[in-house]
Antibody, heavy 120, light 107 residues
């Protein structure tokens, strides 16, 4: 069974950079039908797509975050990562990684999520 | 940007039918997916490609999509169906868009 697990700091200072990693197990990140995405959810609010990456390194980002966001992939470790610069309180959220089915554009497997707070 | 609007809440008695709508301009021309999210848990895909269910999702959950509204229907509602539900589409101009979410309460 495919599993995804997010890892990273639970607390980031304002203006600093958030770095998160998603480790995929039970399947290869190099599958041709799948992208790998990040979705976030501020406390008590709805879901927001952050960005997605293919195993080749091809990326596309939410336009509202594009200037601060970068994503990378390490196929040897079956991992992909997110870096979000200049963090503010508005970026505080649960960050989920998920497998993205390229054919249907649905997110069919999700990690459990990691809560990121922004505070000095 | 493309917007998907859902009712904030739906209440339903056990055994009855819950219908959750997802409104968007000409959403019938897009492919809609639905997610169930229970408190403290990650979302789970319960319907994809407008009306298909992943393995393990009960037939009580069904969905349709036409015109400006997509609908998720939960038949014979059970206490375990209490959750937040989100619709989602891919839009050429907005990429991945989630609906505003609907909290289903089982009375």
């Amino acid at each position: 069974q495919l599993q995804l697990q997010e890892s990273g700091p639970g607390l980031v200072k304002p203006s600093e950079t958030l770095s998160l990693t998603c480790t995929v197990s039970g399947g290869s990140i190099s599958g041709t039908t799948y992208y790998w995405g990040w979705i976030r959810q501020p406390p008590g609010k709805g879901l927001e797509w952050v960005g997605s990456i293919y195993h080749s390194g091809s990326t596309y980002y939410n336009a509202s975050l594009k200037s601060r966001l970068s994503m990378s992939v390490d196929t040897s470790k079956n991992q992909f990562s997110l870096r979000l610069r200049s963090m503010t309180a508005a970026d505080a959220a649960v960050y989920y990684c998920a497998r993205q089915n390229w054919d249907s554009h649905s997110f069919d497997f999700w990690g459990q999520g990691t809560l990121v707070a922004v505070s000095s | 940007s493309y917007v998907l609007t859902q009712p904030p809440s739906v209440s339903v008695a056990p055994g009855q039918t819950a219908r959750i709508t997802c409104a968007g301009t000409n959403i019938g021309s897009k492919t809609v997916h639905w997610y169930q999210q229970k408190p403290g848990q990650a979302p789970v895909l319960v319907v994809y490609d407008d009306s298909d269910r992943p393995s393990g999702i009960p037939e009580r959950l069904s969905a349709s999509n036409s015109g400006n509204t997509a609908t998720l229907t939960i038949s014979r509602v059970e206490a375990g169906d209490e959750a937040d539900y989100y619709c989602q589409v891919w839009d050429f101009t907005s990429d991945y868009v989630f609906g505003t979410g609907t909290k289903v309460t089982v009375l």
